[in-house]
């Protein structure tokens, strides 16, 4: 089964500043990978996603980026912001019913 | 909007206790979850439906069962609660398309 792991585990920044976090996978088969923010005491959102039939994908100041051939993909954050501070989790799409393996997740704070 | 919601927020229970928790969504979607989330763990799926009456096993279903006799409820059962049970417990659903969500998560601690 597919197996994702994510990093780092928790990730400083100060404001104004980028932020990466990576995620590898082993299906090959996987074609569909999402990351997922979780604020303190909420529950978890999806900010964006990638399909493995593109290579990158951006939203204003998040981008994820994807080689099938390495299997890994990225979580990019620009011009990060206080309110950018939460938990991310990325996560792989197992084989049918639309079903997700998470990362282990990162913390990021953001310093203002 | 999708609403996903569950019985409690906070739930206190003994061990060995029978543990029922609830979701309910309203969105009309096949496919339900359930996960477990952990510091440092992630979010470890548990059991998953993707019909009413059908059910799979996830990636850590010992000691846990679920029951989904409507489309819009998914239970997931405890039949003998332990202390390495303590967790947060996320309900997710998803439709047509592979966006998932989330309820808002029972946090369960057991004595």
């Known amino acids: 089964g597919e197996n994702v792991e994510q990093h780092p585990s928790t990730l400083s920044v100060q404001e104004g500043d980028s932020a990466v976090i990576k995620c590898t996978y082993s299906?090959?088969?996987?074609?569909?990978f999402p990351w997922y923010k979780q604020e303190l005491g909420k529950r978890p959102q999806l900010i964006i996603d990638?399909?493995?039939?593109?290579g990158e994908k951006k939203d204003q100041r998040i981008a994820v980026t994807l080689n099938k051939t390495a299997k890994h993909f990225s979580l990019h954050i620009t011009e990060t912001q206080p309110e950018d501070s939460a938990v991310y989790f990325c996560?792989?799409?197992?084989?049918?019913?639309?079903?997700?393996?998470f990362g282990t997740g990162t913390r990021l704070l953001v310093s203002p | 909007d999708v609403k996903v919601t569950q019985s409690s927020r906070y739930l206190v229970k003994r061990t060995g206790e029978k543990v029922f928790l609830e979701c309910v969504q309203d969105?009309?979607?096949?496919?339900m979850f359930w996960y477990r989330q952990d510091p440092g763990l992630g979010l470890r799926l548990i059991y998953f439906?993707?019909?009413?009456?059908?059910?799979e096993k996830g990636d850590i279903p010992e000691g846990y069962s679920v029951s989904r006799e409507k489309k819009e409820r998914f239970s997931l059962i405890l039949e003998s609660a332990s202390t390495n049970q303590t967790s947060m417990y996320l309900c997710?659903?998803?439709?047509?398309?592979?966006?998932?969500?989330f309820g808002p998560g029972t946090r369960l601690t057991v004595t």
């Open positions: 439906s993707y019909d009413v009456k059908m059910k």
């Open positions: 997710a659903c998803t439709g047509g398309r592979n966006e998932q969500y």
């Open positions: 299906d090959s088969a996987s074609n569909y």
């Open positions: 996560a792989g799409e197992n084989t049918g019913f639309q079903k997700l393996v």
């Open positions: 969105m009309d979607h096949e496919n």
């Open positions: 990638i399909r493995s039939n593109v």
